[in-house]
């Protein structure tokens, strides 16, 4: 194929062999040799990768691998360890001990040490809270309480509303996280029949100003405020609820557990209530006191605090 | 086939020569030079920061240029000067060619200066010729502090870089007592090798092999295009070129037997430091440098004949047609240009010394309270850009009845460049047959100082 013949016309290829190949009439590819300095960069780069294999993990085989010379060198739990180098342990390396860690342990430490009228009226330490609150609370609590706090109708508390049944002061969230929590109400369905059930829905429906008949509300109230339906050792005489029990308030009209607020007509709302007496309620937050250090649930509880509804 | 797969280089033996475009090189030189080496030791008063005119401080996140501080998101600035710069080149091309590789470009201008070093030391060109096929100590002896010298500018070069990234004197007494961060050494270290390697050994094939815009830029020439250029009519006649030899040594009997201008002395090749010869028209290698219009400039001047041979002219011009300097694409380069550099202009200097920025928490996007408002949360971040302490509060304006609560932060105190998120709530008692969602602004308003501007964000209250 090769009539390696010169280039006539163009200076630039003065002298320079084609191979051969022409386009569109006159169009040559030349065929300059590749300049030296190339080949030694070539040369180079086949050096830099024998080296490469030397120190690092690099080439299969079986089912297992070269793992090179070099190694990293890691704390976990006060323990140090030494394995060939990998990605993974230097990012446990910089989890525990880089720069970054460092100075989140050590603020974290500032958390601990300040009272907590000096982080909520603190910028500096709020925004740290509210920074490492949310990783944490993406770890451990959003599984539940979704991101952002506000929780699943019947399932798990929204935590973004100031509706509290334990309490809503950062304190007392500390506590709730620390050793968890057990709701309960005991059911009803041996207690109380059918027609009680539904005046005691009328009468708590009152209590949060929902308007009905009433002569039910009035039995209702008899029942809730007497000995035979009982309901005022938790809820309390006005409703507004025990928070040593974790009774809810009744006489907002936020619901946690069945969607009041959502339901289409006064049989609906009753029907609602009525079967949630019948069944009882029975939920458990788990304790996080042995998983999270005292300083980590502080942080957590003031995130949680400042969701919007802290007290 | 070639004889070879790969080629030594060629050694270029570049030789000296004096004249307008060589006095404007050194020119040129010196003022890179100055600039280059002095800037980062130019001391600027500054309260909150290292007192340096032009800092590069990458762990601070921030640009000191003289008056001006640039921050990350500045960098619009940068992608404006980028293409400011990139037209700026292709217009320059379009018109005058080369210019920046023959007189701007670092390389060319440290190249320059290894190639004085070289001169200063070894000789000339034929100096130099002779040294290069000797050994012996003498020839060692000064092959050895050529090199010394190149590396030593080098490590000069290198070490100046890395003081733009910070406080310079500081910097080079940490650099001497061993005290610098890794990066100080591997930035000088790094920059000292490749100045060595590219100035000094690889020198015109950095613009032949590897510079992409010594081969992008011939798509930017046209026939008016200010060239280096040999006038071949002149030169070689009807009848070529020829050494002034007797009987040949006036243009008057040059001419009566058809012979060019051209004496081949072959001083305009001897000069050319990437190795042409630019008798063979235009070629890519061609920096543009004009040395050798001052070369042949020497020579007709001693010949007394008149200077041009080799000169700045274009392809038109050389064809006996005019220059045409102002048509349509040098326009369509400059319309952009203008626009680009006053919307950069009006940018910098519409900076304002505080931002601010809101976004609602989205998840919930609202809640309702016990006594039945509702509540959204916002995430409020603050940057304090100017250079003194501030004091801000922060007020709700737009929603009448709604209530701003940022819990027990009356006031937020910000050093200067310190930046901070704070979560904020809006309660609304909402009346009935409100729209599901309403405009509300977050007004930043500083308190201390006095006389700084209220920077308002608007933001949205969602209802239900």
Request: charged share 20%.
């Amino acid at each position: 194929m090769s009539e390696s013949g010169q280039s006539p016309e163009a200076p630039a290829g003065k002298g320079v062999p084609t191979t051969g190949h022409t386009w569109d009439d006159n169009l040559r590819e030349l065929d300059n040799p590749l300049p030296r300095w190339w080949l030694w960069g070539f040369y180079a780069t086949v050096i830099f990768s024998l080296i490469y294999w030397l120190l690092y993990p690099a080439w299969p085989v079986a089912d297992t691998f070269t793992k090179g010379l070099s190694t990293v060198t890691f704390e976990v739990d006060g323990e140090e360890r030494t394995t060939h180098w990998n990605s993974r342990a230097l990012l446990v390396r910089d989890m525990q001990t880089g720069d970054s860690a460092l100075r989140q342990r050590e603020f974290l430490q500032v958390i601990d040490d300040s009272t907590l009228d000096e982080v909520l009226g603190d910028t500096n330490k709020l925004a740290f809270v509210n920074s490492y609150g949310r990783g944490m609370f993406g770890d451990f609590c959003a599984a539940c309480h979704q991101t952002g706090g506000a929780g699943l109708m019947g399932v798990y508390p929204n935590l973004a509303d100031d509706n509290w049944h334990w309490g809503g002061d950062v304190e007392t969230i500390a506590q709730t996280i620390t050793h968890g929590r057990l709701g309960f109400m005991p059911d009803y369905r041996e207690v109380l029949d059918e027609q009680q059930r539904d005046h005691v829905a009328a009468y708590v429906l009152s209590l949060a100003g929902y308007e009905g008949d009433a002569e039910k509300i009035a039995r209702g109230g008899e029942i809730f405020q007497g000995r035979e339906g009982g309901c005022h050792a938790c809820h309390r005489h006005d409703g507004t609820g025990l928070r040593s029990q974790g009774a809810p308030d009744l006489t907002n009209d936020i619901w946690q557990n069945i969607d009041v607020a959502g339901a289409e007509d006064d049989a609906a709302r009753r029907a609602l209530i009525s079967q949630l007496v019948h069944d009882g309620v029975r939920q458990e937050m788990p304790a996080f006191g042995d998983r999270l250090s005292d300083a980590e649930i502080k942080v957590l509880a003031t995130y949680v605090h400042q969701f919007g509804g802290g007290q | 086939m070639p004889d070879t797969q790969y080629q030594a280089r060629i050694p270029i033996y570049p030789r000296a020569v004096k004249g307008r475009f060589r006095n404007l090189k050194w020119s040129v030189l010196a003022l890179a030079y100055g600039v280059y080496f002095l800037l980062p030791w130019l001391r600027w008063e500054r309260e909150h920061a290292a007192n340096q005119a032009v800092l590069f401080d990458i762990p601070g996140r921030r640009f000191y240029l003289f008056d001006l501080l640039v921050h990350p998101q500045d960098i619009f600035w940068l992608a404006a000067l980028l293409i400011i710069l990139a037209l700026l080149l292709f217009m320059v091309t379009g018109i005058a060619g080369r210019v920046f590789c023959g007189y701007f470009c670092f390389q060319t201008l440290w190249t320059d200066v290894f190639m004085l070093i070289e001169r200063w030391v070894q000789g000339d060109r034929a100096a130099r010729m002779r040294l290069a096929q000797q050994g012996g100590p003498r020839a060692m002896a000064l092959k050895g502090a050529t090199h010394g010298l190149w590396l030593l500018v080098a490590f000069a070069t290198g070490l100046t870089f890395t003081l733009y990234w910070a406080n310079a004197p500081d910097l080079v007494v940490a650099f001497f007592t061993g005290q610098a961060a890794f990066a100080a050494y591997a930035t000088t270290g790094f920059l000292t090798i490749t100045t060595y390697l590219l100035a000094g050994l690889l020198r015109e094939q950095v613009c032949t092999y590897m510079c992409p815009y010594a081969r992008f830029q011939s798509v930017m020439f046209d026939k008016d295009t200010l060239i280096v250029s040999y006038d071949a009519a002149r030169g070689e006649g009807s009848e070529g070129r020829s050494k002034p030899v007797r009987g040949l040594r006036s243009r008057e009997e040059r001419q009566a037997r058809g012979l060019g201008d051209c004496i081949d002395c072959g001083y305009c090749v001897q000069v050319c430091p990437v190795g042409i010869d630019i008798r063979d028209g235009l070629q890519y290698q061609c920096i543009h440098c004009a040395l050798c219009v001052d070369a042949c400039d020497t020579v007709m001047d001693g010949l007394k004949w008149p200077r041009g041979l080799v000169r700045y002219t274009s392809e038109n011009a050389l064809e006996g047609r005019r220059t045409r300097y102002f048509k349509p694409k040098t326009l369509g380069y400059a319309a952009p240009l203008v626009l680009i550099t006053v919307l950069l202009v009006l940018g910098i200097a519409h900076q304002t010394p505080l931002d601010a920025s809101v976004s609602q928490v989205r998840q919930p996007l609202f809640v309702q309270l016990s006594d039945g408002s509702i509540q959204n949360s916002y995430e409020i971040r603050l940057h304090n850009k100017a250079q003194h302490p501030v004091v801000l509060e922060l007020r709700l304006t737009g929603l009448d009845g709604a209530a701003l609560d940022t819990g027990r932060i009356e006031r937020v105190s910000l050093m200067p460049e310190q930046r901070t998120t704070l979560l904020a709530r809006v309660r609304y008692d909402v009346p009935a047959g409100a729209p599901r969602q309403q405009g509300v602004v977050f007004e930043v308003v500083p308190v201390e100082p006095e006389g700084m501007d209220v920077v308002r964000v608007e933001s949205q209250f969602i209802l239900r």
